[in-house]
C-alpha cells in the first residue's frame, strides 16, 4: 500500500484533514508516526471510537473522504462487526494515497 515516493506524513496530513469536526481541532491529529502499521493501528482504534459513539459524524468523514461507497456499503452489510474499524482504516489510508499521488502528478505537471 505504501508508496516509496509517498511520504506517510503526507498521508497523515491528508487524513487529519477530513478528520477536523466544526470548530475543533483534528480527531485524527497528523502526528509522527513512525510507519505505517503504527498510524494504522491508531487509526483503527480512533475508527472504533467513532463507530460505536459517533457514527453519524463519521459517516460524514467517509463522505468528506470519497471512499467508494460501494465498498463501504459491502463493509457495513457485513456480520463481522469487529472488523469493521480497520477496514475502514485501510480504505482511508488506500484513498489517502491516491489523493497524495493525484496532487503530486498534478504539481509535476503529469495531469
Do not use: C, W
Not at 463493509?75 to 496532487?103: C, H, M, T, W
Amino acid at each position: 500500500m505504501e508508496d516509496g515516493s509517498i511520504q506517510l506524513s503526507d498521508v497523515t496530513e491528508v487524513i487529519s484533514n477530513y478528520f477536523v469536526v466544526g470548530d475543533s481541532d483534528s480527531l485524527i491529529p497528523a502526528g509522527d508516526f513512525k510507519n505505517l502499521e503504527g498510524f494504522r493501528y491508531y487509526l483503527t482504534r480512533k475508527l472504533a471510537h467513532l463507530l460505536d459513539s459517533k457514527y453519524d459524524t463519521l459517516i460524514s468523514i467517509l463522505y468528506r473522504i470519497d471512499v467508494n461507497e460501494d465498498k463501504l456499503n459491502e463493509l457495513f452489510a457485513g456480520s463481522n462487526r469487529e472488523y469493521i474499524p480497520a477496514a475502514l482504516a485501510d480504505l482511508i489510508i488506500e484513498r489517502s494515497f491516491q489523493k497524495v499521488r493525484f496532487r503530486q502528478k498534478y504539481k509535476s505537471g503529469e495531469l
